[in-house]
């Protein structure tokens, strides 16, 4: 029974994703470890990001353990909470364009956070999960780690970042067949892929995706390319190199000695 609902949630994604390409984050409303486990090799696989939740840690391990990037997964012990589904919403409500994002402590409201010990909150994201505790008094998720140990923030970045290039660099092309013309494979032409990337790079620094003076495009130069390429009409070797900004979750001050004079 177990093996067929595995295939079946596959086999429901690849549907869905046939259907409408047009989507990105994905929750399941069957609390089946089953299921979670298949969906999130699915939408690493397939370039998705997944919020999960469960009340067995174990789950997490073993996502752990195969370099995940692409999920979240809560354990948290009342399966009826849809805490992954706000946490979803609440993150995908923020627009990559504008600002990078930061899934460590989200403000969702309506749902209550477990008492845990801080040897069990380190023992779950030892083994990829995460918690939803009590911060300062208010209830949140805490981390916002992938199961791999990787901050979400990171792929959604990563995802964003591939997306737009692709994007950008293929609107190049279109732009020039709207009007009758070509990309000229010259040193001119291969310029103005280049500026496509940087174009990309601008956007990515002002969102704060990437730090300043660290981003670099990369392209051949047109004395590389060779002559099968050429006559091909493919230009090969184009990407680009980016300092990522990170983020601070947390903060340690040093105390301060007062003395009255």
């Given amino acids: 029974a177990q093996t ?56 997490a391990a073993a996502l752990q353990a195969l370099t995940n990037n692409n999920t979240l997964m809560l354990v948290y012990q009342d399966d009826s909470q849809y805490i992954d589904a706000g946490w979803m919403g609440f993150n ?89 013309s070509k990309l000229p494979y010259n040193r001119a032409g291969i310029g103005q892929v280049a500026a496509a990337i940087d174009d990309v790079n601008e956007t990515g620094v002002r969102a704060e995706h990437f730090n300043e003076g660290e981003v670099t495009s990369i392209v051949p130069d047109i004395g590389d390319v060779s002559a099968e390429d050429k006559a091909a ?10 300092v990522l900004s990170g983020g601070i979750n947390k903060i340690v001050a040093n105390l301060i000695n007062l003395s009255l004079s």
Avoid at 10 to 33: N, Y
Avoid at 98 to 112: A, D, E
Avoid at 161 to 171: S, W
Wanted: charged residues 20%; aromatic residues 6%; negative net charge.
């Fill in 4 to 59: 067929v609902a595995a295939q079946t949630i596959s086999t429901r994604l690849d549907a869905i994703t046939a259907e409408d390409p047009d989507w990105f984050g994905l929750i399941v409303a069957e609390r089946d470890d089953v299921d979670a486990y298949r969906a999130a090799a699915w939408v690493a696989a397939n370039s998705r990001i997944y919020s999960g939740l469960t009340t067995d840690q174990t789950l």
């Fill in 92 to 180: 995908l409500a923020t627009d990559l364009d504008v600002k990078t994002g930061n899934w460590h402590v989200s403000k969702l409201t309506g749902f209550t956070a477990e008492n845990l010990t801080t040897t069990e909150i380190d023992s779950i994201l030892e083994d990829g999960g995460s918690s939803f505790v009590s911060v300062h008094g208010s209830p949140r998720p805490i981390e916002g780690m992938t199961t791999s140990g990787r901050p979400m923030d990171v792929t959604t970045t990563v995802l964003w970042y591939g997306a737009r290039l692709k994007e950008k660099l293929a609107n190049l092309i279109l732009a020039k067949g709207d009007t009758g």
């Fill in 233 to 242: 009409r493919i230009l090969r070797g184009v990407g680009a190199t980016a």
